[in-house]
């Protein structure tokens, strides 16, 4: 029964409960719980999502380096260590750890693009552009919750403005990241850059390790 709902979740993308009910006979809302609860399906709201997530293509940098060292470099990037501080304390070179630091970005900014186009499918918004160093970015709040996209989701349903309480919340965000996003160098692959510091902001270092063991199981198992 999961492996008929996937096939069917994977050719809808998104879909209601009562959409599947209609093909697959009542008495699956559990079994769609449980995939849900298995990282199989998303869920925000009504709309549930076939989890596309697929692992991004690791760097060669990977294959040269051991799995303990690895998590060595991950406990560096969670802690906020700097790169050029971590390729000091690993003996690794700082080229070498800003590409698996540039691959632990793009980790994170893909995950929270994911969860914002569920968001999106189900209520869409008019993205709110911002500039760091000339350079735009669009930000969309859903349930209090930041996301940030490279460029404006696009739709063919009519998109809504955020409200009054959403706009003044991300006028603050953004002053905030602002303030943490102050290094030229971070002009290239800005949107990661600016999804690293929304993931970060909040979190203790347990938190982030528990968080980004669950971006990472492919390189950390």
Same mark, same amino acid.
């Given at each position: %029964?999961?492996? @008929?709902?996937? @096939?069917?979740?994977? =050719? &809808?993308?998104?879909?209601?409960?009562?959409?599947?009910?209609?093909? %697959?006979?009542?008495?699956?809302? *559990?079994?769609?719980?449980?995939?849900?609860?298995?990282?199989q399906?998303?869920?925000?709201?009504?709309?549930?999502?076939? @989890?596309?997530?697929?692992?991004?293509?690791?760097?060669f #940098?990977?294959?040269?380096?051991?799995?303990?060292?690895?998590?060595m470099?991950?406990? #560096?990037?969670?802690a906020?260590?700097k790169?050029?501080?971590?390729?000091?304390?690993?003996?690794?070179?700082?080229?070498? %750890?800003?590409?698996?630091?540039k $691959?632990?970005?793009?980790?994170?900014y893909? =995950?929270?693009l994911?969860?914002?186009?569920?968001?999106?499918?189900?209520?869409?918004?008019?993205?709110?552009?911002?500039?760091? *160093?000339?350079?735009?970015?669009?930000?969309?709040? *859903?349930?209090?919750?930041l996301f940030?996209?490279?460029k404006?989701? @696009?739709? /063919?349903?009519?998109?809504?403005?955020?409200? /009054?309480?959403?706009?003044?919340?991300?006028k603050?965000? *953004?002053?905030?990241?602002?303030r943490?996003?102050n $290094?030229?160098? %971070?002009?290239?692959? &800005?949107?990661? $850059?600016?999804?690293?510091?929304?993931?970060?902001?909040?979190?203790?270092?347990?938190?982030?390790? #528990?968080?980004?063991?669950?971006?990472? #199981?492919?390189i950390?198992?």
């Open positions: %029964m999961k492996n @008929k709902i996937l @096939k069917l979740a994977k =050719r &809808l993308e998104t879909f209601r409960l009562e959409d599947v009910e209609s093909i %697959m006979g009542e008495g699956i809302e *559990y079994v769609l719980q449980e995939l849900v609860e298995d990282r399906l998303n869920l925000v709201g009504e709309i549930y999502s076939y @989890k596309a997530e697929q692992n991004l293509p690791l760097p #940098c990977f294959k040269f380096h051991s799995q303990e060292k690895i998590e470099i991950t406990k #560096c990037f969670c906020g260590v790169s050029k501080q971590a390729s000091f304390l690993l003996d690794i070179g700082d080229a070498t %750890m800003q590409n698996f630091y $691959h632990f970005r793009q980790m994170i893909e =995950r929270q994911n969860a914002l186009k569920t968001h999106f499918e189900q209520k869409p918004k008019i993205a709110k552009m911002r500039r760091f *160093y000339d350079i735009p970015v669009y930000f969309y709040l *859903y349930d209090g919750e940030v996209a490279d404006p989701l @696009k739709t /063919k349903r009519k998109k809504l403005p955020h409200t /009054k309480e959403e706009s003044l919340r991300i603050v965000l *953004y002053s905030r990241l602002r943490s996003i $290094h030229s160098q %971070m002009k290239q692959n &800005l949107a990661q $850059h600016v999804a690293e510091h929304i993931w970060r902001y909040g979190k203790d270092y347990n938190e982030s390790i #528990c968080d980004f063991s669950a971006i990472s #199981c492919n950390l198992s």
